[in-house]
């Protein structure tokens, strides 16, 4: 038998992805992945690429879109000249690039409760020892044992949809300055805002904390560019651009000219209004249609952007019991115990309302609905 490193003990496929498998099928509905609605799309009908992307290229990134991204950055407060913006192969390899930077088996990682779970797959396979972070008092348990790196989800956070306060974002930046806690801000759903809301990095308040931004071009895109970015302070950049010279030279340059176009087209702002529009409307939807379907068998607050609804149910129903019976039935969710970093049990369930048509979603929730009053009986 092949003699395998140590680390593999700790790698388990996705459970999002082996859900994704499954919802390919044309008879599913999914409310299981994030997928965006395929309606929001950028038009890409850009000029010809000059024939030199087909080249190797700057493992960094191309410097006009390194430039366009840095200014966008400056806009929110952030201190990230072009000089330190990397360009990544989706956002997820920034996850990756962080954790082998920051995490050594046995490395204390902060994070939400519940978290994003592709994160938590990744903290885990090098060895991440996992503490919950209180966004009421996120230096909590710190004067003991300071974590190595906090990671946060403060806008539209993946599961719950929950944007974090002004004061709650300056907070977890001075628990990091006065920790010496590296802060790493994930940051894909800024720009579905469907209601105001405090938006301004985390980041951007610390004062003497190491910290990484990083955002995606796969919500206000399109995810099969697989595009992102980071900026990191001075003292982690280098690190995370030889870690991704190690790992895949450089981001595909044609769709780094493809995002580059779209950035600097005139009428950006009133096609991300545009799409913002779509998912208002599509999240309002959903929300009466959970109204009528679970009213009184679960709880949930709409979220004020992103793609998601954080759904608990009453009555101790579980959770993977009821996926199972959905699944019979052709509708995919996923359970609340996923998202959780101790692992086990949650009587909540994510909910993707952007992909779903409104009639599919309709008719997914009636399911829904139909088998917990089953399972409440």
Not at 101 to 118: I, R
Not at 293 to 307: F, K, M, N, Q, Y
Request: charged share 25%.
């Amino acid at each position: 038998m092949a003699r395998l490193s140590m680390r593999t003990g700790d790698l388990h496929a996705s459970p999002v992805r082996d859900m994704l498998n499954v919802a390919m099928r044309p008879e599913v509905i999914s409310f299981a992945g994030g997928l965006p609605a395929a309606e929001t799309f950028a038009g890409l009908d850009v000029p010809t690429a000059p024939r030199e992307l087909l080249q190797y290229g700057p493992t960094e990134g191309e410097p006009e879109l390194r430039a366009r991204i840095a200014e966008e950055l400056s806009g929110l407060g952030i201190d990230a000249s072009p000089e330190r913006v990397l360009v990544l192969s989706g956002s997820q390899q920034g996850i990756d690039l962080a954790a082998k930077l920051v995490v050594d088996a046995g490395a204390g990682v902060a994070v939400e409760e519940p978290a994003y779970l592709a994160a938590l797959q990744v903290f885990r396979f090098f060895g991440a020892q996992f503490s919950g972070l209180d966004r009421a008092d996120p230096a909590r348990g710190w004067d003991q044992a300071p974590p190595r790196l906090a990671y946060v989800t403060p806008t539209f956070q993946n599961p719950t949809g929950i944007c974090w306060t002004a004061e709650e974002r300056q907070a977890l930046a001075g628990a990091c300055d006065r920790h010496d806690v590296i802060l790493f801000e994930d940051d894909p759903y800024r720009d579905l805002a469907y209601e105001a809301c405090e938006r301004r990095p985390a980041v951007a308040s610390c004062e003497r904390a190491s910290w990484i931004y990083q955002g995606s071009f796969s919500k206000t895109v399109a995810p099969g560019l697989r595009l992102g970015f980071l900026a990191a302070s001075e003292d982690l950049f280098t690190y995370l651009v030889r870690l991704k010279q190690a790992a895949d030279l450089h981001t595909n340059r044609l769709s780094q000219w493809m995002v580059l176009q779209y950035l600097n087209a005139p009428d950006r702002a009133q096609r991300m209004g545009r799409v913002t529009a779509f998912y208002r409307e599509r999240r309002d939807t959903f929300d009466r249609a959970l109204h009528r379907h679970l009213g009184g068998l679960a709880d949930w607050t709409a979220p004020a952007g992103g793609l998601f609804f954080w759904v608990t149910l009453r009555g101790g129903i579980d959770a993977q019991a009821l996926l199972n019976k959905a699944l019979e039935r052709n509708v995919l969710f996923t359970p609340g115990g996923h998202f959780m970093a101790q692992g086990g049990a949650s009587a909540s369930i994510r909910l993707n309302f952007s992909l779903a048509a409104p009639d599919d979603a309709e008719r997914g929730l009636r399911i829904l609905g139909e088998l917990l009053r089953e399972a409440a009986a």
